[in-house]
């Protein structure tokens, strides 16, 4: 009798674990990708589930025909929002997340994206509320109108982004490599959602497809900055990675433009880092503001800000090169 009490008790501690485990709701969730799968306009879905520890979880990854309508894109977004609370997984962690093909206007390799992506999260893990049906209805049909514009490769959008508001969204919108300020302007304005949106140039800079990515956040980037961007690549040449951003100042940010560079100590890299440093530095102030520069050099990391005065690190040691440009164009 004993051994037999001891079983039992052991059952009833496990009895909690073990039922997550053992009654799960994977077929619902199959059924709800299988209803998604048959609406017009979608051509693939992919389900994934989990029933662990620590909970249960499942994400369904939707891909979307070019030809899919605003309507049907919704109808995709509604459907498993509604159907979710129907089949009892309300207060489970879920994703919803679909795919777009892109315009096409970049080469495609391993590190570029060919596909606009919206992701719709659901559940208790990430403490923000879940969008109702008709808050993912919105966001779906925002992000289908952009990626639907002639002047948008990409548009990614995330939602919930705050945590406490179960309709706030960030959205990245990838211009085209032919769209003007004028163009990007006018889609802005065409929806009031994408009025803090950030706008991504991306720069092809050599054979192999790869980018230099700019990125101006809310406001697209003008004309004369994407042709300064153009000239910045020029002059870093088809070896190195950089990438740029322009955003309202915000706490422990350098200045309101900020660039980084990686040359590397490779061979050779110690007279790049001498050619590419300063003859970027002397483009910098024709964003018209401060401009942070954060270059990772053949001997170590080069940090100023032209027009302005870099903040750094206590354990920061400063190179010749950069107390040189130091003196050309801070403001310490």
């Not at 001891?6 to 619902?28: K, N, Q, T």
């Not at 025909?65 to 997984?89: H, K, M, S, W």
């Not at 942070?292 to 053949?298: D, H, I, P, Q, S």
Request: hydrophobic share 40%; net charge negative.
């Amino acid at each position: 009798m004993r051994k037999v009490a001891v079983v039992l008790v052991a059952a009833a501690l496990l009895w909690p674990i073990s039922g997550c485990f053992l009654f799960d709701h994977r077929r619902e969730a199959e059924q709800i990708r299988r209803q998604i799968r048959a609406l017009p306009g979608v051509t693939d879905t992919n389900l994934t589930y989990a029933n662990n520890i620590t909970g249960e979880h499942f994400a369904l990854t939707v891909t979307l025909d070019r030809a899919i309508t605003v309507p049907q894109a919704v109808d995709v977004g509604r459907t498993f929002t509604e159907q979710r609370r129907r089949q009892g997984l309300g207060d489970y962690n879920g994703d919803l997340m679909l795919y777009y093909p892109a315009r096409g206007t970049l080469p495609r390799n391993v590190n570029t994206d060919d596909r606009s992506v919206a992701l719709f999260d659901f559940g208790p893990s990430d403490g923000k509320p879940d969008p109702d049906a008709d808050a993912v209805a919105d966001g779906v049909a925002i992000w289908l109108r952009t990626a639907h514009s002639p002047v948008a490769e990409l548009v990614g959008l995330d939602q919930p982004a705050e945590r406490d508001d179960a309709a706030s969204r960030d959205i990245d919108v990838t211009l085209t490599p032919d769209a003007t300020a004028a163009t990007a302007a006018a889609l802005q304005r065409s929806d009031p959602a994408l009025a803090d949106a950030s706008w991504e140039i991306k720069l092809v800079f050599n054979e192999y497809g790869d980018t230099r990515n700019y990125v101006s956040t809310p406001t697209p980037p003008s004309d004369a900055d994407r042709a300064l961007w153009s000239d910045i690549s020029g002059v870093i040449g088809k070896y190195y990675r950089a990438k740029g951003s322009t955003a309202p100042p915000r706490p422990g940010a350098q200045a309101e433009t900020q660039l980084e560079i990686d040359i590397g100590q490779g061979r050779g890299n110690d007279v790049e880092t001498q050619r590419i440093v300063p003859a970027v530095a002397a483009l910098l102030p024709r964003f018209g503001h401060p401009a942070a520069l954060l270059v990772w050099g053949y001997d170590g990391p080069i940090e100023i800000v032209v027009g302005g005065c870099y903040r750094h690190q206590p354990d920061h040691t400063r190179l010749p090169l950069e107390i040189e440009l130091s003196r050309q164009y801070e403001t310490c």
